[in-house]
């Protein structure tokens, strides 16, 4: 899988849209770009992936370069309880293996 | 929210004692992982499973051991407890052939283990 590039911590606003960076640039054509956070003494948890399409769920927007690599990660309006640590993953959609999770993005929400 | 489920979530154990960190999951998944991870520190995959009667050691070396004698249930032993053991271990699981592209894997809430 291939390794990817976050700052270790950014801040952001309550109620703005928070954009969390991720490089990826040895990514290969049929790996997936996913994103994870883990919020203090809790279990990783699942937040948005894509191939190359941008892609938005309930929870957030996932932006993918057209060279795919470098992705970002958008929070539309960030609230006290996003603060923990984001993780940009890339690994390959039926990956019989495992997740690489890197040291990630401690994002810091404040009022 | 996850149906997967991970006992004791705190545990502190005195050095030598036998310990089984206990995963379960209700979503009928085939893969099944346990992580370790030290406070502020990445995630290291230490075991994982492809489904009953399958364990794998994963890149970071541990001194535990695995079982997956029931597809819904992968315990992870420590023999003889020692100081060094100290950390958070999580668990998790994923569908070997997801239906639908849901390929995420689903973690359990940890359990945070010292050893003194």
């Known amino acids: 899988d291939a390794k990817t590039t976050q700052p270790p911590s950014m801040d952001c606003a309550e109620g703005r849209a928070a954009n969390l960076p991720c490089n990826h640039s040895t990514i290969s054509g049929n790996e997936y770009v996913y994103w994870y956070r883990q919020i203090h003494s809790q279990g990783p948890q699942y937040i948005i992936h894509?191939?190359?399409n941008n892609e938005t769920n309930e929870m957030a927007s996932l932006i993918i370069t057209e060279d795919r690599k470098s992705s970002t990660l958008i929070l539309p309006h960030a609230t006290l309880r996003d603060t923990a640590v984001y993780y940009c993953i890339v690994r390959l959609q039926y990956n019989f293996n495992k997740f690489y999770f890197g040291s990630g993005t401690k994002l810091n929400v404040k009022p | 929210e996850a149906d997967i489920y991970q006992t004791p979530r705190y545990l502190v154990i005195g050095t030598g004692k036998k310990i089984t960190l206990e995963c379960s999951q209700t979503?009928?998944?085939?893969?099944m992982y346990w992580y370790q991870q030290d406070p502020g520190m990445e995630l290291h995959l230490i075991h994982y499973?492809?489904?009953?009667?399958?364990?794998e050691k994963g890149d970071l070396s541990s001194e535990s051991t695995v079982s997956r004698i029931r597809t819904e249930h992968f315990p992870l032993t420590l023999e003889s407890a020692r100081p060094s053991h100290t950390s958070q271990y999580l668990c998790?699981?994923?569908?070997?052939?997801?239906?639908?592209?849901?390929?995420?894997?689903?973690f359990g809430q940890g359990t945070r283990l010292t050893v003194v």
């Open positions: 979503m009928g998944h085939d893969k």
């Open positions: 499973s492809y489904g009953v009667n399958s364990t």
């Open positions: 894509g191939l190359k």
């Open positions: 998790a699981s994923s569908d070997l052939f997801p239906q639908g592209g849901n390929t995420e894997a689903f």
